[in-house]
């Protein structure tokens, strides 16, 4: 199975803050990697996927980047509903596997 | 617009079966993979079975294979997901996800649907 490792665990930050996501796989996965935002008590939202690519309404402030094994999310600049837990996912290979989530709150 | 609405999560004693529904509207069902989804309480995301948009392949986390079984009525535009000797570690909400063609990712999710296993 492919591990997929995110970096950090958490993370503190502010309104207007440009922020980094990391996420890991154990193995290469070309670009088959995905972005989710989840907030509490609610449904995963897609925000990213072919590593890159923007889900069609999800703001330009959102991007990623990476092919292989190492990619990032990042956020420009924090708004105030960007605060949620996010999580990368590949999308190469069975089993599906996530990331273990990174919780991103409000400093 | 793209709508997955889940039903039929309940507590259950473990060993004890539940079947889970997703009923979906504003796309045509047919020519979509679909995934079921599970989050156990504080937990991360966890996938747990994909569907071919005919049904003729389908694919489950090892956790749940021989128990579970992921199904699809396409004239019904319903996705299923009949789970059997339930355990406490599957308690969990079950999420449906639509996922785009030509790949794994899912687009669209439903609100999940809370499956408590307990006696």
């Known amino acids: 199975d492919i591990q997929m490792t995110q970096s950090p665990s958490s993370l503190s930050a502010s309104v207007g803050d440009r922020v980094t996501i990391t996420c890991r796989a154990s193995?290469?996965?070309?670009?088959?990697l995905a972005w989710y935002q989840q907030k509490p008590e609610k449904a995963p939202k897609s925000l990213i996927y072919?590593?890159?690519t923007l889900q069609s309404g999800v703001p330009s402030r959102f991007s990623g980047s990476g092919s292989g094994t190492d990619f990032t999310l990042t956020i420009s600049s924090l708004q105030p509903e960007d605060f949620a837990t996010y999580y990368c996912?590949?999308?190469?290979?069975?089993?599906?596997?996530f990331g273990q989530g990174t919780r991103l709150e409000i400093k | 617009e793209v709508q997955l609405v889940e039903s039929g999560g309940d507590l259950v004693q473990p060993g004890g079966s539940l079947r889970l529904s997703c009923v979906v509207s504003?796309?045509?069902?047919?020519?979509?993979?679909m995934s079921w989804v599970r989050q156990a309480p504080g937990k991360g995301l966890e996938w747990v079975a994909n569907?071919?948009?005919?049904?003729?392949?389908?694919y489950y986390v090892d956790s749940v294979k021989g128990r579970f079984t992921i199904s699809r009525d396409n004239a019904k535009n319903s996705l299923y997901l009949q789970m059997n000797s339930l355990r406490a570690e599957d308690t969990a909400v079950y999420y449906c996800?639509?996922?785009?063609?030509?790949?794994?990712?899912?687009?669209?999710w439903g609100q999940g649907t809370l499956v408590t296993v307990s006696s």
């Open positions: 996912q590949q999308y190469n290979s069975y089993p599906i596997t």
């Open positions: 072919a590593a890159s």
């Open positions: 996800a639509k996922l785009i063609v030509g790949s794994n990712y899912a687009d669209y």
């Open positions: 569907i071919k948009q005919d049904g003729g392949e389908k």
């Open positions: 504003g796309f045509t069902f047919s020519r979509y993979w």
């Open positions: 193995q290469g996965i070309s670009s088959w």
